[in-house]
Structures are given as C-alpha cells and as structure tokens.
C-alpha cells in the first residue's frame, strides 16, 4: 500500500474514532448545547434589539381549523422608542403564548390584550397567557384586557377556572416570586364605537390606538383595531366582511393585517362534508361564508384605503400544501397593486420610525 492509500486508511480510521466519540458523548454535548442557548436566551433583551418604531407579529395566523403553520389568531404589536417599548397582544388564540416565546418576544414584557370580539378561537389562549405574564413578569398587578362591553364576562370566567392555579404557584414559589396580585386578569371595557366613531385606548406618548366597529354578524360587539406611532401606522381587522367603516380607518395605513376566507375552498369542506353525511358540519361550512372577508374583498379594501402593505391573517381554510397559496390569492392582485403577504406564525414586520420601510423577517 502506497503513502496515500496509508494516508486514507488513517483519515477513515481517525474520522470513525470521531464519529464513535460523538455518538457516546451526545448526550453531554446536547445538554452543553442546550446550557449555552438557554443562557443565552434568558439573558438576552429581544425588546430593546428591535430598531425604533412599530412591529407587528404573528403569534397565530390561523383559524379554529388546524393548520400546521398556523395556530389561533393572535397577534402581537411592539411601540419602541429609545428604551421605552410598550408590548400589545391583539387577540389570544390557543397556544399563542407559547408561539410568542418561540419568536423569542418574552410574555413578561406583555403590557395588555385588546380583544377584537369574543369568539372562543380568539379568547381560548387568555388563561395561559395571564399566566405565563404573570409567572415571568413578577407582576404586581393583573394583566389588563380591553375589550368591548362583555369583556369582563369573558375575564371573569377565566379568573374563576384559574383560581386554584394561582393559589398553588403563590403556595410553591413563594409571594416575592409570584405576587398574588399579579395573577390573573382585569377588564377595561369601552364601548362599541358607531360606524364613523373609535374608541380611543390609548393617547399618550406618541402612541395612539383606536378602536372601530366592523360587521361580523351575527357576533355583536366586533372591532378593529388601529395603532399609530412615531409616523407609522397599523389596522388589525378583526373579524368582519368587507367594511366601509375599516377602509376608512385604515386610510393611508403601512400595514393593513386584514382576515380573509377562500370560498372557492371553503365549498371543498361543504362538498366533502355532505358526501359523508356530515350534515352539521355541511351547515357550518356555508354558514361561515357570510360574515368574513374573502382575499378578493380585502385586497379591494387595502386598495381603497391606500394601505402600503397587506397582509393576510385568520386564514381559512387552512392551507396544508404549497398549490393551494396560489388560489388563495386568486384575484388578489387584481384588486390590488401593492406587495400582499399570506401571513403565517413567527412572520413580523418592522416600520421604523418616520420611514416608510416595511421590514419582514420571521422569528421561528
């Protein structure tokens, strides 16, 4: 055997002994891997890396029909300015808290939750999302949640099935840990604006948010949601069918985050359902295609409203295979000659201040 074949043999023979190595040391290696992110990870400030101005997250992208890329409605929305940051959660669909700390944006920095309406997909995540703030903040105080008139039977009904679960955590890590004032959450009801009207939320700072009626009957009290800040500007839709009075709060918004259903798609489902004799399930498949928006219909309203940049989110039905994107969007961009987006979880879009650039990363 000649030098080279020497030299190969003795490659191979030191790179098994390596790979030998790793495979009887993986666990340590994974565990000081693990020991090095989670360090990391919990000493990092994600809030105060972001760029000044306004940020807007999805933390649920989706509907109550499963979707591997899309869970509960939930969005969140950062103000940051110098080291101040102010931290909303617009609506709070299962498991979004848990989609918040894997963008790596902290529960403990949540300030408050704005309802849109009170649908169960978009309050079934509000106990553990109280929770988790409450538990990494060391908050003093509850988690205060806004909300039309009937918000504080939606909290209530929370506060009561979590009881016990406050009462334990306070007993097991002590009162300096988690302060029994903390737990939980407090309403702040407004009530539902008239058409041409908001409700003003918050004004200070440099900060407004507003809140509008939308028409998402037979569900009454429904709202959008408008935030401005350090010359940028946002509308969340809510749930509704294409709006007037939303194409006239969102006049001149950078980011329109509108919800949208594919009837073309939907009518699948209702197909389906009545060849298997699902005929409740039928029934609710046609049901919900007269109280949303369809992409078609939110793509004129952007259109109207002179919106910078839409984005889908709410997206129904869900969309498990890459094709049917495309007929999502049929018509889309028809309707509309600015760049859309089809949301999903861990997208997050940064509006710097007093710029007109739209920045998208995703944080999953």
């Known amino acids: 055997m000649g030098r080279l074949g020497k030299l190969l043999v003795g490659v191979v023979i030191v790179g098994g002994v390596a790979l030998v190595a790793l495979f009887a040391f993986r666990g340590p290696l994974a565990v000081s891997m693990m020991e090095r992110v989670v360090t990391a990870n919990m000493a990092a400030d994600p809030i105060a890396m972001l760029d000044d101005g306004l940020h807007v997250g999805l933390c649920g992208a989706g509907a109550p029909l499963p979707d591997p890329e899309r869970g509960g409605p939930c969005t969140v929305v950062v103000a940051k300015m110098g080291e101040q940051s102010r931290v909303f959660v617009v609506d709070s669909g299962a498991a979004g808290v848990r989609t918040l700390a894997q963008m790596q944006l902290p529960p403990g920095a949540i300030d408050a939750v704005l309802l849109t309406h ?5 309050i079934d995540g509000l106990g553990e999302l109280a929770m988790q703030r409450w538990v ?19 909290v209530s009904g929370f ?3 979590y009881a016990q679960d406050f009462v334990y955590r306070t007993q097991h890590h002590g009162a300096d840990i988690v ?4 737990a939980g959450m407090v309403p ?7 058409v041409g009207d908001a409700a003003v939320l918050f004004d200070d700072n440099g900060l407004k948010v507003i809140a509008f009626k939308v028409d998402h009957t037979p569900v009454s009290p429904a709202v959008g949601y408008r935030f401005d800040f350090a010359g940028r500007s946002l509308v969340i839709s809510g749930d509704t069918v294409k709006s007037d009075n939303l194409i006239a709060f969102a006049q001149g918004v950078d980011l329109l985050l509108h919800e949208a259903l594919a009837p073309q798609l ?4 209702t197909r389906a359902a009545r060849a298997a004799g699902r005929a409740n399930i039928e029934k609710i498949t046609i049901d919900i295609l007269d109280y949303h928006t369809t992409p078609v219909e939110a793509a004129q309203s952007a259109q109207e409203a002179g919106a910078a940049m839409l984005v889908f989110h709410h997206v129904v039905p869900a969309l498990p295979i890459a094709p049917l994107q495309s007929v999502f969007l049929e018509g889309v961009s028809d309707a509309y000659d600015g760049p859309v987006a089809l949301g999903v979880d861990g997208d997050f879009w940064s509006l710097p201040s007093q710029s007109t650039d739209i920045r998208h990363s995703s944080r999953l």
């Open 179 to 182: 302060p029994p004032g903390g």
């Open 266 to 269: 939907v009518d699948v489902l």
């Open 188 to 194: 702040v009801a407004f009530v539902e604006p008239d």
């Open 118 to 122: 009170f649908h169960s997909d978009h």
């Open 136 to 154: 990494n903040r060391q908050a003093m105080s509850p988690l205060p949640v806004h909300g039309p008139v009937g918000v504080a039977r939606v």
């Open 159 to 161: 506060n009561e099935a």
